[in-house]
């Protein structure tokens, strides 16, 4: 055990005539900190040759707050001003430069510095102190971080959904520090997991290294949906766009394959329905696993062979990890906090919010552009921040109808911003005869074309990827299951 373990505990006085400014003065209790530990790892700085333990230091974040008192604070940061300039550090170089900014008998004086590098002998235990030292910090800033919020829980008038977000915040940022500070790896770890992985992809050529979407055409040209990605998933009303979603959801759940091909566990899905209600979206999912008509069950002239089927579908579902919000007029504030604590409880591996322009805004004095740009811009935070696909359902504006033309990532309603934020773009379109629709409509009931037509074509179109081609995927339509197909493994469907 170091001489510094061994040593008794500061007195309380001491403690409070250490302590920074910034400590509070009328109360006895002190935060947490240990002198001891910042006094070694100074000195570690200082008589290491090498530089090695400062460049651990860096390499982990630490930065002057991490020490409890004002001298080692402005120690710490002259330490740091040394190496970045490239001067040898011992404790000449370090009084002279405390000296320089007029620090010196702040930090305890040349005494001071001495009497540093005077209480170890050896650096073997620097890493421990290290340790010791972030600790003590992050506690330092949990207590700071409680105390604020009772401080804003008192002050009237702050709404109370935007006061949990930032509070909720504020304590994950915290794990998240701590955690990023640990991650830091020499190169050859992700040199090794990359050559590992073009050695997989080596092996089996076209696999899917992200969630399945559920259609081999898009999976050929996507690999599946990824980490840190937002898909934004866009078309007119009535054209299906909770029905695909419903269908990636599905996919997840029961086609996930591994790297290799084979079976892997189903991905924990997350799906905010700020629209249609959870028990009419679980009604889609059984119909469409069942191939069950949703006209018959409306009618009441489902075959006994098909409600059996619709009890083994419920089966499966029940079984599996998806989760569905569907409260509706929710501002992306609240779906973030549901979202993160879902991701940290059930390890969620895609979230599908429907749809965008549904989402309150956090500002109802702002212009709705504002309001849906900052919720599209949230949106790419939470992907990143979750490390999981996030696909957003989006409207489209009537301006590719009333051209006649085939929608663009232009025509995204109430916000430009969308298109900048996202990933991938996919746009849903009818399928057209020379390029132009026959008859422009609001929904494909509508259509003269299509209507009493139970399956009809669907271009998903491709319009934006950011680490792959763009293009057109041919869809079918199934109306009566509320489902989409694959135009090149379509089978008749009773």
Not at 138 to 164: C, M, N, W
Not at 383 to 401: G, H, M, V
């Amino acid at each position: 055990m170091d001489k510094f373990s061994e040593r008794r505990q500061t007195s309380p006085r001491r403690q409070r005539e250490a302590a920074p400014a910034s400590s509070p003065a009328a109360t006895d209790r002190v935060p947490p900190h240990n002198l001891d530990a910042e006094q070694g790892l100074l000195a570690s700085c200082i008589i290491e040759s090498g530089g090695e333990i400062l460049n651990e230091c860096i390499a982990q974040k630490i930065n002057p707050d991490y020490f409890f008192t004002v001298p080692h604070q402005l120690i710490f940061r002259a330490l740091i001003e040394l190496q970045s300039a490239s001067i040898p550090i011992d404790e000449i170089s370090l009084c002279h430069a405390l000296e320089t900014g007029n620090a010196l008998e702040t930090a305890g004086g040349a005494a001071y510095v001495n009497a540093l590098t005077n209480r170890i002998e050896v650096t073997a235990h620097a890493r421990h102190w290290l340790k010791i030292v972030r600790e003590k910090y992050f506690l330092r800033k949990l207590i700071s971080t409680a105390t604020r919020t009772v401080e804003l829980a008192y002050q009237p008038g702050d709404d109370l959904g935007h006061l949990l977000n930032t509070v909720e915040q504020s304590f994950f940022e915290i794990t998240n520090d701590r955690i990023a500070s640990d991650s830091i790896q020499h190169v050859r770890t992700p040199v090794k997991e990359a050559e590992d992985l073009i050695r997989q992809l080596q092996e089996s050529r076209n696999s899917i290294t992200g969630v399945p979407t559920g259609f081999d055409e898009l999976n050929k040209m996507c690999f599946g949906f990824h980490p840190g990605q937002m898909i934004v998933v866009a078309a007119r009303p009535g054209m299906g766009k909770t029905s695909i979603a419903l269908n990636f959801i599905e996919a997840a759940l029961f086609k996930n394959r591994s790297a290799t091909g084979g079976a892997a566990p189903p991905v924990p899905s997350l799906m905010f329905s700020l629209e249609m209600p959870s028990r009419e979206l679980a009604m889609r999912l059984l119909c469409a696993r069942a191939s069950a008509g949703l006209e018959k069950i409306r009618e009441g002239t489902l075959p006994k062979a098909k409600l059996a089927d619709i009890v083994n579908a419920g089966a499966e579902y029940k079984d599996m990890p998806f989760y569905i919000d569907d409260q509706g007029g929710q501002t992306i504030l609240e779906i973030r906090a549901k979202a993160r604590r879902l991701v940290q409880q059930h390890k969620i591996g895609i979230i599908i919010i429907d749809y965008l322009q549904l989402i309150n805004g956090t500002d109802n004095s702002l212009p709705r552009e504002q309001q849906i740009a900052e919720a599209s811009r949230s949106i790419k935070a939470m992907a990143k921040e979750f490390k999981l696909p996030i696909i957003a359902l989006a409207q489209l504006n009537r301006k590719s109808e009333d051209e006649n033309r085939a929608p663009r990532m232009s025509d995204l309603r109430e916000s430009g911003s969308i298109e900048q934020d996202a990933d991938m773009v996919l746009l849903i379109d009818k399928k057209r005869k020379g390029g132009k629709r026959t008859k422009n409509s609001e929904s494909e009931d509508d259509s003269d074309e299509e209507n009493g037509i139970d399956v009809v074509s669907r271009e998903l179109i491709i319009a934006k990827q950011r680490n792959g081609p763009t293009g057109e995927v041919e869809l079918l339509f199934r109306k009566s299951l509320a489902r989409f197909e694959s135009a090149h493994s379509h089978g008749h469907i009773s």
